[in-house]
């Protein structure tokens, strides 16, 4: 169900999106400068080479001193989730991450399914379900 408007694609409101938005916070303990160059090196090249076709983005951001980080990714739907989660669960990214980083909050925003669920629930994220709203990239 997409409209165009003044040749921009656009949904139409309120219609359900399957996408998946998580959120990760983190305190960097570790030197923040490495951290800089551990996530733009290597672990932003390892996920992007990896070629997920079902990952739309993977974006860490930083506080102005280098102390708090936040990596956002979104994902076409619940089942792309999944699949990231495991590829990092099999990926030595997993084992380096907790070198630099304490996870601080784990949030999920859309409908994911159980088996994602199951998943994020040992992570203690907290679910937010899509309810409605608009999407121009959609």
Known sequence: NKVFTK???MS???IGSEQIITVIQCNVKSNPEEFKKW???RASKYVYELKEE???????FLSDNGKKATLV???TNS??????????????????????VDFEAVY?????????REMLGAWGAIIQNHFCGFNHSL
């Open 39 to 41: 996530i733009k090196d």
């Open 108 to 116: 999920c925003f859309g409908n994911p399914k159980e088996d994602l």
């Open 12 to 14: 139409e409101l309120n």
């Open 79 to 100: 089942d792309a989730t999944v699949q990231r989660f495991k590829n990092h669960g099999a990926s030595p990214i997993a084992s380096e991450v907790v070198e630099f």
């Open 54 to 60: 079902n990952t739309i983005s993977y974006e860490w």
């Open 7 to 9: 040749g921009n694609l």
């Open 73 to 75: 990714e979104r994902y």
